[in-house]
């Protein structure tokens, strides 16, 4: 629900899910509405000001952290907000 709402958003966050593969962002904040599972991705470091990049988007999100490789299910991507940066030239 809100998660399709703030990938249209005017300040630019969208949801990890929302990022085509080779994309990269800065998390800006770890929704908490999955319980433990967002629990987890904090402490393996998916925290905001982390940097990400999508690996793969079928048919799970698979994504780089820092140096940690991750793969979660869609529902959890909807999650994570990130601020998408440009790609270099």
Not at 49 to 65: K, N, S
Not at 68 to 87: G, M, N, W
């Amino acid at each position: 629900m809100s998660s399709v709402h703030l990938a249209f958003s005017s300040d630019g966050l969208r949801p990890l899910s929302a990022l085509a593969e080779g994309a990269r962002g800065i998390v800006v904040e770890v929704r908490g509405h999955n319980g433990g599972r967002t629990d987890r991705l904090l402490a393996l470091g998916v925290t905001p000001g982390a940097t990400v990049e999508v690996l793969q988007t079928f048919p799970g999100i698979v994504f780089l952290c820092d140096q940690t490789e991750l793969a979660v299910e869609r529902a959890i991507a909807d999650a994570v907000l990130v601020k998408p940066l440009e790609r270099a030239s």
